[in-house]
RNA sequence: GGACGGUUAGCUCAGUGGUAGAGCAUCUCUUUGACGUAGAGAGGGUCAGAGGUUCAAAUCCUCUACCGUCCACCA
């Protein structure tokens, strides 16, 4: 005992996290009590963790191991996401780069089998970053979102809304990504301010209004001319047909009236342009329209947009119009605005809307439900409003509201490789959909894959075996915390909701904590690319896991970002080797302390569930404490009350600041100060070693969901069981 | 154009009606057997601004400014 080194050494954390695996804790089969569930949302199975992750991996660590210390038969599923557009990209662009063919060259089949390679050996780098951030996992339960498992789960999912009509396909005007050579969905546009220039201008010399617009290079796609009914400029129009001849090519504009036109902005006239613009393509649809397609998958123009811009790529067929328009006297104005472009989320492509076939889920289809009518939007409405979810922090529920009221049908197909096949199958005219492919011969598949989020979406339930009726859905669905970060409250949290509620008829959690984004010091995101991201890992090696997991918590509101500080994980380090210090005086006070029983060997017992709580064996009687002492302990208790509330309510940042707070300045500082004249007397020397004893191992049952590192160490210098597994306090 | 969050000590943040707090940083002292990755102590804020409610406002209400985020079909 007197061995016990001056310092803490985090060296020895991986050993302590051997200890943890090998007693087979993590796996909930060893343990007893109520269902308690978090499922992992699975990080990108491309990428290594970041800074981010490692909050997010500890908030739920510490909701994980305080419901296992509560008693609960707590489940924490880890796992990967395939996430298919940002996987497809990047191998890819690895292809490109070192053999400097893309994906086309060497066809699917070899593409897909170099995706999987590529994809196996970052999800150990994941694997082993999560184990050394201390997540206490149940690995045996460990998937993937594009494993055999979560395949079937995905067609049996679209089958059951293929025939539910949910699922169709049909030609929209879709969000095109020429760059990464797929179609997105809304939610995977991100608008970013552009300086640009908005030109007004005429079709013609003939054509009575002139219109404006940032884009002339589609004008020459133009069906219409759209005005607001009330505009007394132009009411006289509504209704007429002009034949124009307009940079090289002819257009059919007839003048239309739609509500949807601002009379105050620009000219108050539209030029309608159905095929490459998603609200025009609504006007076009009111307005029996007929779209014309003068731009294609590559963003060129093609012949239907005339001989002057034929194959010229947008951006040189729009200074062409421009000059045209200068030449022939039609260009009234330009002007310098700030427009938005839209772009793709993964590959920074800038959208060109175009009018595709496309898999779509309808969000606004009625159907029967329990004998009521009903639709996915209120189904994900409901499941909120109704309290069966629990958004915390309670202001993105709003935020999730707003979303459900805009949302539009979800375009569900995307035009790559890697990733889950839609199981539609054809036949001349026939369309087959099931969960196994046709048996006859002829039938070829659609070539589509899903977006990535569809999969991610089955993700509470495919992890338990869903469609399978096994014991792990019934017991641990719906799961109780969903831990993501606000960014991803649309992607996936409300899609759970909406598959969940649609296939199970049950909500997926029963509370969804979104936490904030990690930032750098200067407010900013980290990137990659710019080489500004953090490994945890290199954090961890220097300072340790506990002081990492608590710079990440202290101070960090629900909800809110936060601005990572080495500075703030070195002070944590510090803290770490406090209880380290106080430990090793209590223990070095207390050795010849005669406990009431000593602790059972660990080799003794046979079965794993049996050693549960066995360190109340060692626990003293409170009547051998002198009331000064029993004092320290009631207040001691109090903190226990009120770190247990705190953990309820999803506060861990003062939870922890509390523990820390405690452990330095009242026990420490105070407690332990206080009872070294208490030791030096035999007649208060038994009282204030039960005292000291008694208060260190409680606060390391506090700490540990926290600090489950070093707290266990501690424990292990006396205790031949776990601390994981005590009984919380 | 909507919605939300923020503005408190040099820095990062707590604090939601009752005489301004923590950590880090700064300064002074302490080589005392748990720990110098430490201990004792000190300095430092008109709580963004204006108005209002109240016996009492950092805290509630109204407005303003600035920073940040999300949503939105100004073509």
Redesign the pocket.
């Known amino acids: 005992m007197q061995n016990i080194p ?4 985090q060296a020895g954390e991986p050993n302590v996290y051997k200890l943890w695996e090998s007693s087979g804790y993590f796996n909930p089969d060893n343990l007893e009590g109520e269902p308690f569930t978090i499922m992992m949302p699975p990080p990108n199975a491309t990428g290594t963790l970041h800074i981010g992750h490692a909050f997010e991996t500890s908030i739920q660590d510490i909701l994980t191991r305080y419901h296992r210390m509560k008693g609960d038969k707590t489940l924490w599923l880890p796992g990967t996401d395939h996430a298919a557009i940002a996987t497809n990209t990047k191998v890819e662009k690895i292809l490109i780069k070192e053999e400097g063919k893309n994906r086309h060259d060497i066809g699917r089949e070899a593409f897909v089998k170099k995706v999987e390679e590529f994809v196996d050996a970052s999800r150990g780098t994941i694997q082993k970053q999560l184990r050394t951030i201390g997540a206490s996992a149940d690995w045996s339960r460990e998937a993937f979102t594009f494993d055999e498992p979560r395949n079937l789960a995905v067609r049996t999912a679209f089958k059951k809304m293929y025939d539910e009509g949910l699922i169709y396909r049909g030609t929209r005007v879709i969000n095109w990504d020429p760059k990464g050579q797929t179609s997105v969905s ?2 995977e ?3 970013k ?1 552009e300086k640009g220039q ?1 030109y007004t201008f005429k079709y013609s010399k003939d054509f009575p209004i002139a ?5 002339p290079e589609t004008k020459v796609g133009d069906v219409a001319v ?1 005005v ?1 009914p009330k505009d007394k400029r132009y009411k006289k129009f509504i209704g007429k047909e002009y034949e124009v001849e307009f940079a090289g090519t002819k257009l059919n504009i007839k003048i239309v009236a739609d509500d ?12 309608v ?1 159905p095929a490459h ?3 025009d393509y ?1 006007i076009a649809l009111r307005q029996n329209l007929k779209p014309v397609q003068v731009i294609n998958e590559y963003a060129r123009m093609i012949e239907a947009a005339g001989a002057l811009v034929a194959g010229k790529k947008t951006k040189e067929a729009r200074e062409i119009i421009v000059s045209w328009l200068k030449e022939n006297g039609l260009l009234e104005k330009t002007e310098d ?1 700030d ?2 472009i839209a772009t793709a989320e993964r590959s920074s492509g800038v959208i060109e809307p175009l009018p595709k076939l496309q898999w779509f889920v309808d969000v606004n289809k009625e159907f029967e439900r329990n004998g009521k009518k009903t639709s996915l939007k209120q189904l994900m409405h409901n499941a909120v409003r109704s309290g069966g979810v629990k958004i915390l922090p309670e ?2 529920e ?2 999730y509201f ?2 459900i009221d ?1 949302l ?1 049908d979800w375009n569900i197909s995307r035009q790559l490789w890697y990733g889950h096949r839609i199981p539609v199958w054809y036949k001349g005219t026939t369309i087959y959909c099931d969960i196994e492919p046709p048996k006859e011969d002829g039938w070829t598949q659609d070539e589509d894959t899903l977006d990535t989020w569809f999969s991610s979406a089955l993700w509470t339930f495919s992890t338990l075996g869903w469609p399978k009726e096994i014991q792990d859905l019934k017991t641990f669905h719906p799961t109780s915390v969903m831990a993501p970060g ?2 991803i409250l ?1 992607f996936w949290v409300a899609r759970m909701i909406l598959m969940s509620t649609f296939l199970l008829g049950e909500v997926p959690f029963q509370v969804v904590y979104l936490h904030g984004m990690v ?1 750098n ?1 200067e ?1 900013k995101k980290f990137s990659k690319s710019q080489g500004t991201g953090i490994d945890p890992v290199e954090v961890i090696q220097k300072y340790g896991a506990d002081a990492l997991r608590m710079a990440l918590v ?4 629900p909800g ?4 990572y ?1 080495e ?2 994980v ?2 944590y ?6 209880i380290w ?2 430990a ?2 209590v223990l ?2 207390t050795e010849d302390y005669n406990s009431p029983q000593p602790p059972l060997k660990l080799r003794e017992t046979s079965s794993l569930t049996s050693r549960r709580g066995l360190g109340k064996k060692a626990q003293p009687k409170a009547g051998a404490l002198l009331p000064a002492d029993k004092k320290i302990l009631e207040e001691l208790d109090s903190l226990v009350k009120s770190i247990t509330k705190q953990l309820e309510k999803f506060d861990f ?2 939870a922890a ?1 509390d523990l ?2 405690y452990f ?2 009242t026990f ?3 407690i ?2 206080e009872s ?1 004249s208490k030791l030096a007397d035999e007649k208060t020397r038994a009282s204030a070693q039960l005292m000291l004893k008694t208060a260190l191992e409680t606060q390391l049952k506090l700490l540990h969901p926290f600090m489950p590192f070093v707290t266990e160490t501690v424990w292990q210098l006396t205790h031949e069981d776990l601390l994981m597994i005590q009984k919380w306090p």
């Open positions: 001056k310092h803490y050494n809304d939610d546009v991100v608008h301010t908005l219109i404006a617009t940032t884009r759209a607001n949807t036109v601002d009379p105050e902005f620009g000219t108050g006239a539209v030029g342009t613009s998603i609200t609504e605005i427009m938005n202001r993105f709003k935020v707003n979303w805009n539009r606000y960014e649309f930032r010091i407010g202290v101070g960090v509101g809110n970002d936060s601005k500080d500075m703030k070195k002070g380090r510090n803290f770490a080797n406090k210090n106080a090793r005086f070095q006070n940042a003062h600041e820390y707070h330095w300045h420490a500082d105070k332990i100060e070294k």
